[in-house]
């Protein structure tokens, strides 16, 4: 999962992933501008749902489960790009 994460934001100033156990890691970003890119682009993938549960007031209340809805992602599932759904949440990572 470090290797994922840190492959995908491709920090500038690199970040350090800690596994503290019980599913959860610290990550520590070198750069705050790197910080900052990933907080504002945190997004969900849910899986598994049902063909009709792809609304947009059932990813206002997934997002609203993990933290803040903010967005999602309409145009993929619309054109039946995906089999998913992709929402941005605002996290609290305190």
């Given at each position: 999962?470090?290797?994922?994460?840190?492959?995908?934001?491709?920090?500038?100033g690199?970040?350090?992933?800690?596994?503290?156990?019980?599913k959860?890691?610290?990550?520590?970003?070198?750069?705050?501008?790197?910080?900052d890119?990933?907080?504002?682009?945190f997004?969900?993938?849910?899986y598994?749902?049902?063909?009709?549960?792809?609304?947009?007031?059932?990813?206002?209340q997934?997002?609203?489960?993990?933290?803040?809805?903010?967005d999602?992602?309409?145009?993929?599932?619309?054109?039946?790009?995906?089999?998913?759904?992709?929402?941005?949440?605002?996290v609290?990572?305190?």
């Amino acid at each position: 999962m470090r290797t994922v994460m840190a492959n995908l934001w491709h920090p500038l100033g690199g970040v350090s992933i800690t596994d503290v156990g019980e599913k959860r890691f610290v990550f520590q970003f070198y750069c705050e501008m790197d910080f900052d890119r990933v907080v504002k682009e945190f997004w969900v993938q849910i899986y598994n749902l049902p063909h009709g549960f792809f609304t947009e007031a059932i990813a206002k209340q997934f997002g609203d489960f993990i933290g803040v809805f903010v967005d999602y992602d309409v145009k993929a599932i619309t054109a039946g790009l995906r089999n998913y759904m992709l929402i941005r949440v605002k996290v609290d990572i305190r």
